[in-house]
């Protein structure tokens, strides 16, 4: 399976940005995607995830600001990130895990948001 990521960027605090994860290769395989995020200085952090049969599960503090979703005929999760601030800047990273707990990391993608 490969993974990837775009749609990072520079963005106001306030703004709006899309996070894209496409997969190719195996992708039968995979039972949920999910997206981390990795601040300078500070350990990489589960944003939100999804499984393939739509489960979802976000972090405390992105709740009500982000969600995540896919689109199952493209092999693509999104992440639509809304109401940015400072905290949200960071590398955000596509994983996906398998069915038999095999995984895969996506490259990263930078959001920054200034204030």
């Known amino acids: 399976v490969q993974l990837q990521a775009s749609g990072g960027g520079l963005v106001q605090a306030g703004g709006s940005l899309r996070l894209s994860c496409a997969a190719s290769?195996?992708?039968?395989?995979?039972?949920?995607v999910a997206w981390y995020r990795q601040a300078p200085g500070k350990q990489r952090e589960l944003v939100a995830a999804?499984?393939?049969?739509?489960?979802?599960n976000y972090v405390d503090s992105v709740k009500g600001r982000f969600t995540i979703s896919r689109d199952n005929a493209k092999n693509t999760v999104f992440l639509q990130m809304n109401s940015l601030t400072a905290a949200d800047t960071a590398v955000y990273f596509c994983?996906?895990?398998?069915?038999?707990?095999?995984?895969?990391w996506g490259q990263g993608t930078q959001v920054t948001v200034s204030s």
């Open positions: 290769g195996s992708t039968i395989s995979i039972s949920q």
């Open positions: 999804i499984t393939r049969s739509g489960f979802t």
């Open positions: 994983y996906a895990q398998s069915w038999s707990r095999n995984d895969w």
